[in-house]
């Protein structure tokens, strides 16, 4: 089976949180909930602003379910980590394990209790039969019905990427190899700098094309 | 006489208790670090070096999300806190529950209980009063509650899981979880209450010391002169003082997560709160045996509020003096 990963761009990544909304409108999270957001790091210092767009990102040995006390996580058969809403209490554990500060808790009870644990499901639904409680409880599940998650599929830039890793990954080798890569060893001659970047523009068309077929 | 009957089948169970305990954090060993820089790597490419090394000491950005900590692209403690909860922690506590039941059994088994040395006079003096009891079995009740809860929490995974259904389980979680958070802050008034109303009698003086010199008559035929309290019973006033005043403490800053409290001091007080708890069980195990099945007439006192005149000689000598003294002005 496929490794599903995402893979974010950040040299195409824009801060238009496209995807943020796309996630917001396919799941129907509730109020307060984002599954998923941009984060910008050197905000307005030009040329070192950089933007990635972040959020589960289904850890090979993923920490979240290797601390929850009721092991609500469980891995799917494409690599996602998903989780049991109905097992979890609640306790705020996967999110102080998590790197990414993927987690999301809504503020249902008293005194700021949390109330059961939500966060990107990679838009493969959860585990419930009912596919009307399925989408109720953990939002879409687009994977079932063979498209990719919406966020990755909105991005405008096409910097979100979606899908199995060896594929995601090959898309974007090949925007390294047309980019030319800032601290590769030919682009550092200024005069072949520009044609990489002549390259690179030629080459964004082909990444995004890559993207189309699936 | 019970007790004398029931000794064996009593330490057989907790040996077994014990072996059990012990087996369960052998699973927790075997797991491996995560690697949220290689997850990183993976998914964000392209990147320059100084991206990375900002990205790496968990720099903060901004972000249009309101979530805790989203304005961070890595929180690096996790990863650690992960390692100290589960490599630590749970065998740690496991280790330290075990070898408290261990010893007792140990010394049960080898040194038994301590006896009355003389028959029982009929003649009963309050040791306890009405208060004092409602105060200790109030904070020992929920201590118990307490405990099962939170060690479910730590531990149940590994064997209550595997033989529930899963509905069945998350209900007992959710139980064990909204018991623990609601009974902890009512915990929280009992310890301070208990701590409050017998300060006046934990000072230490030379009496206690010389307790201690003769190892609070355990060892030896010889029983050491204690006042009100024992050396020993001083002790675990002070263990409660400290210990406990810091799981109540840590446990209302997790208990109330709505003040803003960062992922990394609720990681800083999960650690406190555990390390502390364990601490105050594996101790609380020694003060249950005592007041239990160690020592012969102890339990009544706090049961019925009296103690036998030969009992509060042979262990409380000094204040039986004083009782006696006062009884007949």
Known sequence: ?214 | MMVKQSGHNHSAWMILLLVVLMALPVTAFAQESADARREAFQSMPGTQPDFWRDAMQGVSGRTQSNSPGADTLIMIEGERWREIRNQWISPGGAIALGGSLAAITLFYLLVGQVKLVHPRTGKRIERWTRWDRAIHWYVASLFIILGITGLSILYAKWFLMPILPTSVWGSVMNAAKNIHNYLGPLFALGVLAMIVKWFKHNFFTMVDLKWFAKGGGIVGKAHPSAGYLNGGEKVWYWVIVTVGLTVVVSGLVLDFPNFGQTRETMQLFLIIHAVASLILMAAAFGHIYIGTLGTEGAFEGMKTGYVDESWAKQHHDLWYEEVKHKSKQ
């Open chain 1, 1 to 214: 089976m496929a490794r599903m990963k995402f893979l974010c761009d950040s040299e195409r990544c824009i801060e238009c949180n496209g995807c943020v909304t796309a996630c917001k409108n396919a799941n129907e999270t509730e109020w307060g909930i984002q599954r998923r957001r941009v984060v910008t790091l050197d905000d307005g210092e030009i040329g070192k602003e950089v933007s990635i767009s972040v959020a589960c990102m289904h850890c090979s040995d993923a920490p979240c379910m290797a601390v929850c006390p009721t092991d609500c996580f469980y891995p799917t058969e494409d690599g996602l980590i998903l989780h049991n809403k109905d097992t979890c209490i609640g306790c705020g554990y996967c999110l102080y394990a998590c790197p990414f500060g993927a987690p999301q808790f809504p503020k249902q009870g008293a005194f700021g209790a949390r109330g059961k644990m939500d966060k990107c499901t990679f838009c493969a639904g959860g585990p419930e039969e009912d596919p009307v409680i399925e989408e109720q409880k953990y939002g879409a599940n687009r994977l079932r019905e063979g498209k990719l998650p919406l966020c990755a599929e909105m991005c405008s830039t096409k910097a979100l990427l979606a899908g199995d890793a060896a594929d995601v990954a090959d898309i974007f080798r090949e925007r390294v190899v047309y980019r030319g890569h800032r601290n590769s060893a030919w682009s550092s001659v200024e005069h072949e700098a520009s044609d990489a970047e002549q390259l690179a523009k030629s080459a964004a068309d082909l990444a995004y094309d890559a993207t189309q077929s699936v």
